[in-house]
């Protein structure tokens, strides 16, 4: 009984923990990708301005395809790192839908 204790107490504890796969996209962009390219995707911070980055509600930028963002996140772009080994393709997934809905 005692046992049976322990294993409920762990069900209970670890179903209170979220995969990262399970962050939605704006979540992960705050985390991985604001930094450079700002909470609003503007690259309005020290990082962007430095690296001249693109504003993500840009009409240039909202032309790409998702898949083309997808690509991007993945494997890098010009000053962009690649994020392929950094974020599981779920993220990347959600960080490039988020990024489409940046539309202006």
Same mark, same amino acid.
């Given at each position: 009984?005692?046992?049976?204790?322990?294993?409920?107490?762990?069900?209970?504890?670890?179903?209170?923990?979220?995969?990262?796969?399970?962050?939605?996209?704006?979540?992960?962009?705050?985390?991985?990708? +604001?930094?450079?390219?700002?909470?609003?995707?503007?690259?309005?911070?020290?990082?962007?301005?430095?690296?001249?980055?693109?504003?993500?509600?840009?009409?240039?930028?909202? +032309?790409?395809?998702?898949?083309?963002?997808?690509?991007?996140?993945?494997?890098?772009?010009?000053?962009?790192?690649?994020?392929?080994?950094?974020?599981?393709?779920?993220?990347?997934?959600?960080? +490039?839908?988020?990024?489409?809905?940046?539309?202006?």
């Amino acid at each position: 009984m005692k046992n049976a204790a322990v294993v409920l107490a762990l069900a209970v504890g670890l179903a209170g923990t979220t995969p990262l796969a399970a962050e939605s996209g704006a979540d992960v962009f705050k985390a991985k990708c +604001a930094s450079c390219h700002g909470a609003d995707g503007s690259g309005n911070t020290p990082v962007g301005k430095s690296l001249k980055l693109r504003d993500l509600s840009s009409a240039e930028v909202q +032309a790409q395809s998702e898949a083309d963002i997808k690509t991007i996140i993945e494997k890098g772009k010009g000053k962009m790192p690649a994020y392929g080994g950094k974020l599981t393709p779920e993220q990347i997934d959600a960080v +490039a839908k988020y990024v489409k809905s940046l539309k202006k």
